[in-house]
């Protein structure tokens, strides 16, 4: 009877900690490892196509400006105060490749990309050198589409500048749509999930039934099996 009781309850403990081993487990494969793993550094002679949705690192030099701004809401005690500038796109040009790509950066670098901005174009009004160095972006390589597609084309043919049949897309500080604050957060529940599975597993060894059966005959002497 004991052997069935521990047999019930190991095999209990054991579908429970294989349900949090998987959800971890997709939970940080999702994000975590990339983040884990670092970004690979998008040389020039690799092809795009063959990058995609991987976590790169990538230097803009040549950024031809902004062309969609996202602002976020503020709240304070739950109640909106405003709006604030969450991010900014560019357009950049790809020398090496010959293309314009499509970077997002957050809040606090959009003064940096303004200035490159400034040195990249007062270098193509004075024939005077271009920018030898740039700012270094990391986020995982996407097709650009949607609506941000749609304010990238507007951009594109109002400059006259030819649209790539695919778009490629970096947001500085992103793991596909997740910040790097919500990277590290998904990568602490599937760390908490997987230390709680350890628990399980190593109280369940300790404490098996049939210690916790002998305990209670021991404080109940009157009570047999």
Known sequence: MINKLQMKELTSILLFVVILGVISGVLF???GLSALMGSVP?????????MEGKYVSYEVLYPLGEYMETEKTTKVNGVSTGTKKESSSYVVVDEDRGICLSVLVPARKCGEMEELCDRFYDALENDAQMPAEGIVVQGSLERLE????????????SAELPIEDVVYHIGDGRIGKNTMSNVYGISGIALAMAVLALILIISTMKDPVRKRVNRYLAANPDVTL
Request: no cysteine; glycine share 4%; net charge negative.
């Open 29 to 31: 494969s999702q994000v």
């Open 42 to 50: 998008l040389e020039a002679d690799m092809e795009l196509e063959d």
């Open 146 to 157: 949607g609506e941000d597609l749609h304010y990238y084309e507007r951009a594109m043919r």
